[in-house]
């Protein structure tokens, strides 16, 4: 009978212990981040999901050759010599479409490592670390800006003028063995005529 009294008085002594304490703090102010509501401000220098200015991208693909991970997946496709395709904030000249720029933010390691050595300075690391997601493939970000119609086109026109360049060296070299050959007929008819 003893031990059950005393095992309810701790209970209750233990319930309005809890009960207090929560009462005591229920006035004062609170310490913890009210989260989403309120964000801390993340240090200078933080890394925390990549961004891409593709305004600004030449397509060089340094960026994805010093990513250790391959998170960058990066498809160019050289201009025609009829599209002007402008130039950079920085004044460097743009030579290829963008036909694809993945960055798939589940792999990266945020290194920070593909940011140096862009000509540009268009990839760059942002304070945004709010975009955690139940389907991995939803943290593949898509920059270029062509629609699969525009990138359908351009490759179509790429081709064409490759093709094109193809047949006009082919021509030069047809063009050359035959200059090669009409020069070489006179000296080996000398050297005939030496001979005999």
Known sequence: MATVIKEGWNTFKSIFTGMG???RHLFQPAVTELYPEE???LPEGARAKLYVNIDDCIGCNLCA?????????????????????????????KRFWLTRFNIDMAKCMYCDLCTYPCPTDCI?????????DYDRSNLVY??????????????EKAEKEAERKKQEREQKMKEKKAKAKSKK?????????EES
């Open 21 to 23: 304490v929560t009462f």
């Open 39 to 41: 964000k801390v401000d």
């Open 142 to 155: 898509h920059f270029s800006d062509l629609g699969p119609e525009m990138v359908a086109e351009v490759k």
């Open 65 to 93: 050759r010093a990513c250790p991970v391959n998170c960058i997946d990066i498809e160019t496709v050289m201009a025609t010599p009829d599209v002007d395709l402008g130039k950079t904030s920085t004044g460097n000249p």
């Open 185 to 193: 007929k006179p000296s080996e008819n000398k050297k005939d005529e």
């Open 124 to 132: 760059y690391m942002v304070p945004e670390y709010e975009y955690s």
